[in-house]
């Protein structure tokens, strides 16, 4: 005998911002911060994202400014499938943590990178949900 599962509405709701953060956070930042970078590192192009993570006072700016570029494309990719949910919204999370600050601290309006941290901390929180790729099915007997 099979059992239906019925997904609650919690599970919908994680879903939908999981997808949600991925549209906005990639289409918006990701895939072109993620573009400036491969040409950074493969074609040696000047990226000034550097300049911008090295006054925030991070050692190996280069480094630091990939790894922003990775967590904007790459760890939100995770997120919206639901594979490591919760490590990938920490990365995610520490990432934005560091825009709110330059934006709050420059005086710059931070309301999207607030918005897009708060996601992000509660992903951490509450995991991907049902629908995710990464889920451990339960073992019935």
């Known amino acids: 005998m ?4 019925r997904f609650s509405e919690m599970d919908w709701g994680l879903l939908l ?15 072109t911060r993620l573009i400036r970078a491969f040409d950074f590192v ?3 192009q000047a990226w000034t994202f550097v ?3 090295q006054r925030l006072g ?14 904007e494309s ?4 995770f997120i919206a499938l639901g594979l490591f949910t919760r490590p990938a919204a920490a990365i995610v999370a ?11 601290s420059k005086g710059d309006p931070f309301e999207l990178p607030a918005l897009y941290l708060l996601i992000a901390a509660t992903l951490v ?12 099915k339960a073992v019935r007997k």
Do not use: D
Request: charged share 5%.
């Open 17 to 31: 911002l999981r997808l949600g953060l991925a549209a906005l956070l990639i289409g918006l930042h990701g895939w």
């Open 94 to 104: 520490f990432n934005l943590a560091v825009a709110f600050y330059n934006e709050a």
């Open 51 to 53: 300049g911008v993570v």
């Open 42 to 44: 493969v074609h040696g």
């Open 2 to 5: 099979s059992v239906m599962t």
């Open 125 to 136: 929180v509450t995991g991907p949900g049902a629908f995710a790729v990464g889920r451990r």
């Open 74 to 77: 790459v760890a939100v990719a």
């Open 58 to 71: 991070f050692p190996f700016p280069s480094v630091f400014a990939v790894l922003s570029a990775l967590s």
